[in-house]
């Protein structure tokens, strides 16, 4: 047994790089396994539990059976490239060049982080919407860059422009955008674009958007990319994946496109982490694409549904609601309950009502308007929802 240690190996610091001191496991897999463990509905993680369409998975399938199984090319499979312009093409009347302006990604995710990483570096600021999604903050903390928040308020989390101004300095180098917006449901109005779009133009800062719920709209609210404002089509970064609009999550096919040196530099970094990703998924989601109009807005009008069971079963449970325009989610004031830390509330939630939900502190920076506020998904199936309202309409006999 020589060379064999008994003494325990104890670390004299956490092995995890300063980078990422506080990120900890995401929310979203802690509450995850909260639902796992307690078997609560899980109203947490934005995951949905109906397949997509079907041609899509059938698309997978074949492409597995023909042996699409190898690394495709670093860009993403031609198909998908020029099905991505083309979808840009005719849902917005954007031009985009499927060679030079667009590269597909390991999901929205690393699309965002390869941007962040290419496009900052150490000490440059990164203004972000607050609340924001949780891999913005750890992937601008990678990079060493520093995150600028300004904060969407409860209840209509409506942008205020003095606000934003104010976020820019002389390091401001992007503006990290999320429309429609997670967690808050936003869809962004034309004057919010348009003010996001006079202020990058004025700092000359290049914009990234996330919009990977861009068909997920509701009550006729039409989707515009930032890109499509005047000026802003060479200084935008669209960041959009297949995860929400075919309820694929779990394939992470996700897309960008931007002006051709902008791509060039996400490209050197993205070819760093992932390489490449998802062979066979890429040409189904390229087929996905091309489905017509009315797959795409069957889609919304389903969750839009959804959302307003879960709007009426939160509301039935005694908690204030916003009715959100898009996104899986729908945000909730559980003051009216009497709860004051929301976090207490969700780690106590699956033993009160069997129901796991998310708190909104977890996409702040400073969480003191999101005290009472509660996040819950509303992309499950509608006897899921029936289900989850029936047991929350049990708080308020808590109290
Ligand atoms: C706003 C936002 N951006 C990005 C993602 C991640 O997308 P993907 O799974 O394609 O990486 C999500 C997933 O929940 C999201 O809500």
Not at 311 to 330: C, H, K, N, Q, R
Request: charged share 20%; aromatic share 8%.
């Amino acid at each position: 047994m020589a060379g064999v240690s008994s003494v325990p190996f104890a670390p004299s610091r956490s092995p995890l790089t300063t980078k990422l001191e506080g990120f900890g496991t995401t929310i979203f897999g802690e509450m995850t396994s909260l639902a796992l463990d307690t078997g609560a509905i899980n109203l947490g993680q934005g995951f949905p539990d109906t397949d997509g369409p079907a041609a899509v998975l059938e698309a997978a399938r074949a492409a597995i059976a023909s042996g699409a199984n190898q690394y495709p090319p670093g860009r993403g499979v031609p198909e998908l490239r020029a099905a991505v312009a083309e979808h840009q093409r005719r849902w917005y009347g954007l031009a985009v060049d499927p060679d030079a302006e667009v590269l597909v990604t390991a999901g929205a995710t690393e699309a965002i982080a390869a941007t962040v990483l290419a496009l900052c570096s150490p000490g440059d600021e990164v203004v972000v919407l607050e609340p924001y999604y949780d891999s913005y903050a750890a992937t601008i903390a990678l990079g060493g860059a520093v995150r600028r928040p300004v904060t969407l308020r409860w209840p209509d989390f409506a942008l205020d422009a003095a606000s934003l101004e104010a976020a820019f300095s002389d390091r401001t180098r992007l503006l990290l955008l999320n429309n429609p917006h997670n967690p808050t449901g936003r869809v962004l109005t034309a004057d919010e674009l348009a003010t996001v779009a006079r202020i990058a133009r004025e700092r000359d800062v290049v914009v990234v958007t996330d919009e990977v719920y861009e068909h997920l709209t509701f009550d006729g609210r039409v989707h515009v990319p930032l890109a499509t404002l005047p000026g802003m089509a060479e200084r935008t970064v669209t960041i959009s994946s297949a995860g929400k609009t075919f309820s694929v999550t779990g394939w992470k096919i996700g897309w960008l496109h931007a002006r051709a040196d902008l791509v060039d530099a996400i490209t050197t970094v993205k070819q760093f982490l992932t390489y490449v990703n998802g062979g066979p998924f890429q040409p189904a989601v390229a087929a996905g694409l091309a489905l017509p109009d009315a797959v795409f807005r069957q889609a919304a009008t389903d969750l839009q549904e959804r959302r307003d069971l879960l709007v009426s079963g939160l509301s039935a449970a005694g908690m204030d609601v916003v009715v959100p325009e898009g996104t899986y989610f729908v945000v909730a004031d559980a003051a009216p309950l009497g709860v004051t830390d929301a976090t207490s509330f969700c780690l106590r939630l699956p033993e009160l009502a069997g129901v796991v939900a998310v708190p909104m502190a977890a996409f702040y920076d400073d969480a003191t308007p999101a005290r009472s506020l509660v996040r819950f998904a509303c992309c499950k199936r509608p006897e899921v929802i029936a289900e989850a309202s029936h047991r929350l309409a049990t708080l308020k006999t808590h109290q």
